[in-house]
């Protein structure tokens, strides 16, 4: 019988977090997806406690603010609280128990102006949002037994009638993204995770060609075109083919 492996999720209520109870391997893993009021990342007797008793060997981290972006601006202690301070709570109880965490991050870290970023580029957030995922990288990257993975991903299908056509990213949808994720928990370090670079219209069309297309240069009163787009070489050779 193979033994499964024992996953904690935090923030399992969430966009993500709901596609991997749907979708995860449940002859490979046996994953618990605590609510905020059994584990509130704000809280390190309640993370210590909920781990204590689970005993995993992973924890995945999805807990936080993620969207709408704006969020980020509008309400930053709420944005500090929940992605830096949260996410040193979860790496400090995860140290202090032995667990590996695994943190999702998002490729917003990177500058955007030129693509094609190695996990070992420099980072230059190009908003609140990215600036708080970095805080929380912050403190997994000073625990070695874990793995931050920057990410890109979306919901299917595409909930826009309008696309970006100068925002270069490597969307990948949610359900796939699931899969990646559960090939690469045994890797330490920093992973770029996501589809191939091209810009938002471009992933869109390929599966509603009525979507139309729109400046994120105008959206956001930007300067220059925006390219996150990451370099997958590292996935690549993880994963053999994506
Ligand atoms: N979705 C994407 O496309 C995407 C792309 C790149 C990276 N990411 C990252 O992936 C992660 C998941 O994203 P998401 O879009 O699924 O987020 P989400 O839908 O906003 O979900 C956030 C989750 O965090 C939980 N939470 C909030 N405060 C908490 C607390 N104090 N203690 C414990 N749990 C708490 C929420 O629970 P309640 O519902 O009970 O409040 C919810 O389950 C985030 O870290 C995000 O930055 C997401």
Same mark, same amino acid.
């Given at each position: 019988?193979?033994?499964?492996?024992?996953?904690?999720?935090?923030g399992?209520?969430?966009?993500?977090?709901?596609?991997?109870?749907?979708? %995860? &391997?449940? =002859?490979?893993?046996?994953?618990?997806?605590? @609510?905020? $009021?059994?584990?509130?990342?704000?809280?390190?007797? /309640?993370?210590?406690?909920?781990?204590?008793?689970k005993?995993?060997?992973?924890?995945?981290?999805?807990?936080?603010?993620?969207?709408?972006?704006?969020?980020?601006?509008?309400?930053?202690?709420?944005?500090?609280?929940?992605?830096?301070?949260?996410?040193?709570?979860?790496?400090?109880?995860?140290?202090?128990?032995?667990?590996?965490?695994?943190?999702?991050?998002?490729?917003?870290?990177?500058?955007?102006?030129?693509?094609n970023?190695?996990?070992?580029?420099?980072?230059?957030?190009?908003?609140?949002?990215?600036?708080?995922?970095?805080?929380g990288?912050?403190?997994v990257?000073? %625990? &070695?037994? =874990?793995?931050t993975?920057?990410?890109?991903? @979306?919901? $299917?299908?595409?909930?826009?009638?309008?696309?970006? /056509?100068?925002?270069?990213?490597?969307?990948?949808?949610?359900?796939?993204?699931?899969?990646?994720?559960?090939?690469?928990?045994?890797?330490?370090?920093?992973?770029?995770?996501?589809?191939?670079?091209?810009?938002?219209?471009?992933?869109?069309r390929?599966?509603?060609?009525?979507?139309?297309?729109?400046?994120?240069?105008?959206?956001?009163?930007?300067?220059?075109?925006?390219?996150?787009?990451?370099?997958?070489?590292?996935?690549?050779?993880?994963?053999?083919?994506?």
């Open positions: 019988m193979i033994k499964k492996k024992k996953i904690v999720i935090t399992g209520s969430g966009r993500f977090g709901n596609i991997i109870k749907k979708t %995860y &391997n449940k =002859s490979k893993f046996n994953i618990f997806f605590p @609510t905020k $009021k059994n584990l509130n990342i704000l809280n390190l007797n /309640s993370i210590k406690k909920y781990l204590k008793l005993k995993p060997k992973y924890l995945i981290h999805l807990a936080g603010l993620s969207r709408p972006m704006y969020l980020h601006d509008t309400n930053i202690e709420k944005s500090i609280d929940l992605n830096i301070i949260g996410t040193a709570n979860i790496t400090k109880i995860c140290s202090q128990l032995k667990i590996k965490l695994i943190y999702v991050s998002t490729s917003y870290v990177y500058p955007g102006n030129k693509g970023y190695k996990e070992t580029d420099p980072i230059y957030p190009i908003n609140n949002y990215a600036l708080s995922k970095m805080g990288e912050a403190s990257r000073m %625990y &070695n037994n =874990s793995l993975i920057r990410a890109s991903m @979306t919901e $299917k299908p595409f909930i826009h009638n309008e696309a970006f /056509s100068d925002f270069v990213t490597n969307f990948i949808y949610h359900e796939d993204f699931v899969k990646l994720l559960f090939r690469v928990i045994e890797k330490k370090g920093i992973i770029n995770l996501g589809g191939k670079s091209q810009t938002v219209y471009d992933f869109a390929s599966e509603n060609i009525k979507v139309k297309k729109i400046s994120a240069k105008k959206f956001f009163g930007l300067k220059r075109k925006i390219d996150i787009g990451m370099n997958l070489n590292k996935l690549k050779k993880i994963v053999k083919k994506l």
